[in-house]
């Protein structure tokens, strides 16, 4: 058994072990600013920051694999049966203990080239919402709305339906809803959603990112629907309470009301 | 009432020849069964206006000038219009519109009497109005001949600059340039394959008259100094001839010109986005009253605080007229808006 483990591993001592911990510790720091730096890059790159953010994954990926190799070099001759038998050994780790961490650096790579969603996105996965900002390679980083880090592992985001709101653009869609009284002018109130939309500071209006306002009946309320992007996907919330804030404020001014039932209560 | 054009053919127009020639044709092919109403799109200072005030000497009575001076809060304008003569030049209509709930009345009854006139329209616009317009309000329909107005090159505007003297200007390189004389950035338009429809695309302006002079003997040092000049103004102001104009005259000291002194205002940028919304208003806008801007800004934003910053950053300036960006500000604020995705 022991001459067997002979021919397995190279010979293991201080300096070897010094090595793999200086490998580990180059490429956890080589990631580290790496990231910082494309982050702060980023966040000055205005309508290219998303872009830029797609590379902090990426670089992570292949800065993991070539330490990755490094230290398995360092204790497994790179011949055929060595291989087979470190695979052996290897699969062996992650069927009995180690499933769910490889499960997870699976999904990390196939984020990083499938790319579901990017690094900036704004996610839904399960009841979670908000703001991609770090793919690492156990889980994955979002912050939510109400400013709350939630670290989900990729191998569930892998399993889960994942809904991106932008898809790596960093213009994003936003519904905002308006429900007013069925004897309220619904022309009148539609012109006015349209110019609190376009005239919003948050609004980005381009041929592939048109702008819509819808009105419909309900039996007892009208509910009049602007659709329109923001400018930058961090804005979603700011441009919504823009655009309602204005709205309502011309509502009351040319005496459009709000409904007299409360929507939900009404339905039901 | 309505305004005589300008006498006199402005240089600047001539720096278009080839939107002229468009322009022309479509006063030609002018009937007042199908009037084909124009816009006349350009950057701020970029010369629109002589562009269409040198219409007049060839149109005569044909034809009236009537610019918005400032933000129009009525629709008194039509009833000018409507006294006018077969042909309308109607300036700036970024002035039509207030970006703000209800701000857009007069623009919807200018748009309403243009599907309904007999007469011909040719209206001049700030590019970033027009592209929020067209955008937002599908205003392009209205006007089937556009005609943006390109950039010009590092020799058409010396020429321009240097037509205003008639004394010897002096260049002096009191800096050492890592500038390329060779080379600045104007554009071309092209007439695409299959479609037929045309694109302007930027375009290398080629100056060989430096190196010319480099390999000439006795005035090697002067030409080369003063195309050095032009060619840093050219790319500073972007091809933009008022930008380059203003810079000069700021550089222009006693007849002398130093190369260190044409530096472009490039303060790194760092606004709010109520600051950023403010600079957007003014930029297509082109200047606008400080009640006008305040319109559009209440209740949400206070302006003066707003207002202090972007004057204090060196951006824009207010005068009597009203705000408006400093033309030499006026690329780092272009930058600036398009990075933050406001103008497009």
Known sequence: MAETSALLLKEIDTFTVLYVVYVLIAAYIIVWIVAYLLTHFSERSGQYR?????????IKVVVYSVALYLVVTTFVEPSLSEFVAFAGFFGAGVGFGLKDFFADIMGALVITFERPFQIGDKIAVSDTY??????????????TPDDSQVSIPNFLILSSAVSSANAGSLAM?????????????????????????????????????????????????????????????????????????????EYARQGIKPPRVVPGIALS | ????????????????????????????????????????????????????????????????????????????F???????????????????????????????????????????????????????????????????????????????????????????????????????????????????????????????DINLAPLRARLSSKTEEKVAVEDLV??????????????????????????????????????????????SFILLIILSMERIARSDLARVLEPEIDLAPSLFRLKSLGIIGEDRQGIAVLPGALGVVTDYLRKMRMVW
């Not at chain 2, 329909?141 to 010897?168: D, H, M, N, W």
């Open chain 1, 50 to 58: 998303i872009a830029v953010d797609t590379l902090i994954p990426l």
């Open chain 1, 130 to 143: 908000g703001e991609v900002i770090d793919i690492g390679i156990r889980s994955t980083r979002i912050i």
């Open chain 1, 173 to 249: 869609m936003v519904v905002i809803d308006f429900y007013i009284d069925t004897e309220s002018d619904p022309k009148g109130a539609r012109a006015i959603l349209r110019d609190a939309l376009v005239t919003s500071k948050y609004v980005y209006i381009s041929e592939e990112c048109p702008y819509t306002i819808l009105v419909e009946d309900f039996p007892w309320y009208l509910r009049v629907r602007a659709k329109g992007y923001v400018t930058d996907l961090r804005f979603e919330f700011e441009f919504m309470s823009d655009v309602t804030g204005r709205a309502w404020a």
């Open chain 2, 1 to 76: 009432m309505y305004y005589p054009l300008h006498q006199g053919l402005s240089m600047d127009a001539a720096f278009f020849p080839e939107e002229q020639t468009r322009l022309e044709e479509a006063i030609a092919s002018f009937s007042p069964a199908q009037p084909a109403h124009v816009a006349v799109v350009s950057e701020y200072l970029a010369g629109r206006t002589p562009f269409v005030q040198a219409l007049v000497p060839q149109y005569g009575d044909r034809i009236a000038f009537m610019p918005l001076y400032s933000v129009a809060h009525d629709t008194g």
């Open chain 2, 78 to 204: 039509l009833d000018d219009i409507h006294r006018g003569p077969e042909i309308i030049v109607l300036g700036d209509c970024q002035n039509l519109f207030l970006r703000r709930i209800g701000g857009f009345e007069n623009l919807d009854a200018f748009l309403e009497f243009a599907a309904r006139t007999d007469r011909m329209l040719i209206t001049t616009w700030n590019i970033h109005a027009w592209n929020y317009l067209v955008q937002a309000r599908s205003i392009g329909a209205c006007f089937p001949v556009q005609i943006v107005l390109p950039r010009i090159g590092a020799g058409a505007i010396k020429k321009t600059i240097l037509s205003g003297y008639t004394r010897e200007i002096r260049f002096v390189e009191d800096a050492p340039s890592k500038t390329p004389v060779l080379l600045s950035l104007g554009e071309k338009k092209f007439t695409l394959p299959f479609g037929g429809g045309k694109t302007t695309v930027p375009w290398p």
């Open chain 2, 230 to 275: 032009f060619e840093r103004l050219a790319r500073i102001a972007r091809g933009n001839i008022g930008v380059a104009r203003a810079i000069w005259e700021r550089c222009v000291d006693k007849d002398e010109v130093r190369v260190s002194t044409i530096q472009e205002t490039s303060p790194d940028l760092k606004l709010t986005v109520d600051e």
